[in-house]
């Protein structure tokens, strides 16, 4: 739902959106949900900001900042804190909640049998959290790392000295940082050698996590992979270069080319990497359960592997963001919610749902983040480009909103600089910066 962007001549990673607790009258934003979901969704749920997922229930997230959930209550899961205030980010484990809140404060609520749900005494400063199966972890805005939870396999032993991380990511028993100077830490268990991070990465500008295997994506738009290698999809392809997305399966591995085609290579018992014939256009690409999701420019959604997940609704479209899993989620630019896939409980998102920003799904639930939208500001930033002394990026704009790029070059900077205003005109707006004089830079999205 958050993103952060971190700039080093050559390219910037990731992007952090944020987006205001205030929202104009009028406004709208829907989402899409697929597959055979169960029918108790609240029916009237009201403007939805995002969604994420997890092992059986759903959450919701309004204008407000209030969240809502339902599906599988086995673990308590659906227990809202009656005092949880307004939220304006969540994270969905197996049977477990995560929920930032504006003053970056952390709740949590759900299974806690490995105190998965028990936040760390003095956390604050929070900028983006994440849940794993049974543990939870957050980033904080000084570019630390805390996490907590499962630990028999180190999940929660950060490496000493982690420091100006801009981007995390969690497997199936191990997590990967990204720092700013592009070189990536890893924890957790090591028994496909899936944390043995190769000595040669240092210009890493964005990270994924499968279950027992890493890929990194470089500033030079390669790939590189470790860890568990049984069904080659640590085997990077040779000569694949242009690479401008990453994602990590269980055991297999995609790349997105700034061509817009894609790449896949690893264990095809599934089909997982037989990517349709003439697949173009495609702006993200998604992993998950069985299933692989590629997100078209035209707002098209094309899958493949196998299983229910792959039976994308007839005539979808106008799809701004997707979520892969055994059930798949799309959301919609008029924030609505489609699903399709496996039928587990607190799947069905209902009709009345509206405003969802963002989408997300771990293991077969969904969460529900509601806001002002424009839709597409919940995901990260179009065709991001780099070339000596100037990094750039494209994002869609709204008629009657301004947005604002904002800028640091060190984590530790007291204050953001920021670039002129631009207004929104309905086009697509592509943005550069020449005046980086240092390694790096750090870029905030606003929007309102």
Same mark, same amino acid.
């Given at each position: 739902?958050?993103?952060?962007?971190?700039?080093?001549?050559?390219?910037?990673?990731?992007?952090?959106?944020?987006?205001?607790?205030?929202?104009?009258?009028?406004?709208?934003?829907?989402?899409?949900?697929?597959?055979?979901?169960?029918?108790? &969704?609240?029916?009237?749920?009201?403007?939805?900001?995002?969604?994420?997922?997890?092992? *059986?229930?759903?959450?919701?997230?309004?204008?407000?900042?209030?969240?809502?959930?339902?599906?599988?209550?086995?673990?308590?899961?659906?227990?809202?804190?009656?005092?949880?205030?307004?939220?304006?980010?969540?994270?969905?484990?197996?049977?477990?909640?995560?929920?930032?809140?504006?003053?970056?404060?952390?709740?949590?609520?759900?299974?806690?049998?490995?105190?998965?749900?028990?936040?760390?005494?003095?956390?604050?400063?929070?900028?983006?959290?994440?849940?794993?199966?049974?543990?939870?972890?957050?980033?904080?805005?000084?570019?630390?790392?805390?996490?907590?939870?499962?630990?028999?396999?180190?999940?929660?032993?950060?490496?000493?000295?982690?420091?100006?991380?801009?981007?995390?990511?969690? *497997?199936?028993?191990?997590?990967?940082? @990204?720092?700013?100077?592009? &070189?990536?830490?890893?924890?957790?268990?090591?028994?496909?050698?899936?944390?043995?991070?190769?000595?040669?990465?240092?210009?890493?500008?964005?990270?994924?996590?499968?279950?027992?295997?890493?890929?990194?994506?470089?500033?030079?738009? &390669?790939?590189?992979?470790?860890?568990?290698?049984?069904?080659?999809?640590?085997?990077?392809?040779?000569?694949?270069?242009?690479?401008?997305?990453?994602?990590?399966?269980?055991?297999?591995?995609?790349?997105?080319?700034?061509?817009?085609?894609?790449?896949?290579?690893?264990?095809?018992?599934?089909?997982?990497?037989?990517?349709?014939?003439?697949?173009?256009?495609?702006?993200?690409?998604?992993?998950?359960?069985?299933?692989?999701?590629?997100?078209?420019?035209?707002?098209?959604?094309?899958?493949?592997?196998?299983?229910?997940?792959?039976?994308?609704?007839?005539?979808?479209?106008?799809?701004?963001?997707?979520?892969?899993?055994?059930?798949?989620?799309?959301?919609?630019?008029?924030?609505?919610?489609?699903?399709?896939?496996?039928?587990?409980?607190?799947?069905?998102?209902?009709?009345? @749902?509206?405003?969802?920003?963002?989408?997300?799904?771990? *293991?077969?639930?969904?969460?529900?983040?509601?806001?002002?939208?424009?839709?597409?500001?919940?995901?990260?930033?179009?065709?991001?480009?780099?070339?000596?002394?100037?990094?750039?990026?494209?994002?869609? &704009?709204?008629?009657?909103?301004?947005?604002?790029?904002?800028?640091?070059?060190?984590?530790?900077?007291?204050?953001?600089?920021?670039?002129?205003?631009?207004?929104?005109?309905?086009?697509?707006?592509?943005?550069?910066?020449?005046?980086? @004089?240092?390694?790096?830079?750090?870029?905030?999205?606003?929007?309102?």
């Amino acid at each position: 739902m958050t993103r952060l962007l971190e700039s080093s001549k050559l390219l910037v990673a990731i992007i952090l959106m944020i987006w205001s607790l205030e929202f104009p009258a009028g406004a709208s934003s829907p989402l899409v949900v697929w597959g055979n979901p169960p029918d108790d &969704t609240p029916a009237n749920l009201g403007e939805l900001r995002a969604i994420t997922a997890a092992m *059986g229930h759903c959450v919701a997230l309004d204008v407000d900042g209030a969240v809502t959930a339902w599906g599988a209550n086995w673990s308590g899961q659906l227990d809202v804190p009656p005092f949880l205030g307004p939220v304006v980010a969540v994270a969905a484990g197996d049977t477990h909640t995560v929920a930032l809140r504006p003053n970056g404060t952390v709740a949590a609520w759900g299974d806690n049998s490995y105190l998965q749900c028990q936040i760390p005494a003095g956390l604050w400063n929070v900028a983006a959290v994440a849940a794993g199966g049974l543990n939870s972890m957050a980033l904080k805005r000084d570019g630390t790392v805390v996490a907590w939870g499962y630990e028999d396999y180190g999940q929660t032993r950060l490496p000493p000295d982690l420091r100006n991380v801009v981007a995390i990511s969690v *497997g199936g028993t191990h997590a990967l940082a @990204l720092k700013a100077d592009g &070189t990536v830490a890893a924890w957790g268990a090591n028994d496909q050698r899936q944390t043995e991070v190769p000595a040669h990465l240092t210009n890493a500008v964005a990270i994924a996590a499968g279950l027992q295997h890493s890929l990194a994506l470089t500033a030079q738009g &390669t790939v590189v992979a470790w860890g568990d290698n049984s069904g080659n999809q640590t085997n990077v392809p040779a000569g694949l270069r242009e690479v401008v997305g990453i994602d990590a399966g269980d055991y297999f591995s995609l790349a997105l080319k700034a061509d817009g085609t894609v790449v896949a290579w690893g264990d095809n018992s599934y089909g997982l990497t037989d990517v349709p014939e003439g697949l173009t256009g495609v702006v993200r690409i998604e992993t998950g359960g069985y299933t692989a999701l590629a997100l078209k420019a035209d707002g098209t959604v094309v899958a493949w592997g196998a299983g229910t997940a792959t039976n994308v609704p007839p005539g979808l479209s106008n799809v701004v963001d997707v979520v892969a899993a055994s059930t798949c989620v799309a959301l919609k630019r008029d924030g609505t919610i489609v699903t399709w896939g496996a039928a587990l409980p607190g799947q069905v998102i209902a009709a009345a @749902l509206r405003k969802v920003v963002a989408a997300d799904y771990s *293991g077969g639930a969904i969460v529900a983040l509601l806001g002002d939208g424009p839709l597409e500001v919940s995901r990260p930033v179009a065709d991001p480009f780099w070339r000596p002394a100037e990094f750039g990026f494209s994002f869609p &704009t709204e008629r009657g909103k301004v947005y604002l790029v904002e800028f640091k070059d060190a984590l530790t900077d007291q204050t953001w600089g920021a670039f002129p205003l631009v207004r929104g005109n309905g086009q697509v707006h592509t943005w550069s910066d020449t005046s980086a @004089l240092g390694t790096s830079r750090f870029y905030w999205v606003r929007c309102w």
